[in-house]
């Protein structure tokens, strides 16, 4: 890919931008000249965005919004449009985790979950989308989990919300196909970010995540290692290129052969 395609992305939006994996995106997309309107509902975690970018020479314009509020979302996609341009790329980075058995979750704790990775997705997509739609043209990248693919123990409501999250995804991209809008789904697998290291109680943990339990009917990690935020960043990106251009309606799975092809 030339480095003109490369850039060809020109305005994105980056929903959960102050979280792990959405610093890794803004982040790269920023080193490509992309303009980054940066989303999250933490704006003190937007200003530390903005200040770690700008120490690398790396610019972006955030925008503190809740994804769970849908007239708000409206509101923000055409704020970045009038002040920053026609967007171009949607990340759906915004998630939440909360483990527990299922039969002892309240209404409230399921609702948090579904209302973030499910509701959000589903806020910023058609906004985004409609728009894209007029267009003719766009890219929709959300970011789900392996977990959404495979039972875990204790993550029912988290992997049914990504799992929801990614077919509503590919149902999208089904619908804008002719529209020459893209919509694909990346799975991530353990990545070193606060959500997981929340679920840590010592760092031995780490151990205990690349090697798997035959207690809880998780394999491990067949790669032997934690994914770094930065590895995710570049499966979004590669799906959101040009040497994508044909793909569409796909879940990439990036978790080190965690859940063995599934």
Known sequence: ????????????????????????VARALAARGTVVAAVDKNPDRLTEL????????????????????????????????????????????????????????SDREWRAIFSVNLDGVFHCSRAVAARMKERGGGVIVTVASNAGRIPRIQMAAYGASKAAASLFTKSLGLELAEHGIRCNVVSPGSTDTDMLRSLWSAESDRKLTIDGSTAAYRTGIPLRRIAEPGDIADAVLFLASD??????????????GAILGV
């Open 1 to 24: 890919m030339t480095e003109q395609n490369e850039r060809a992305c020109r305005v994105a939006l980056v929903t959960g931008a102050a979280g792990g994996i959405g610093t890794a």
């Open 50 to 105: 903005v200040d770690k970018l700008a120490t690398d020479g790396l610019k972006t314009v955030v925008f503190p919004a809740d994804v769970t509020d849908s007239g708000l979302m409206d509101e923000i996609v055409e704020r970045i449009e009038t002040e920053l341009g026609t967007i171009d790329l949607l990340v759906n980075a915004a998630g939440v985790m909360h483990t527990g058995a299922a039969t002892a979750m």
């Open 243 to 256: 040497r994508a251009r044909h793909i569409t309606m796909q879940d990439l799975c990036v978790d080190g």
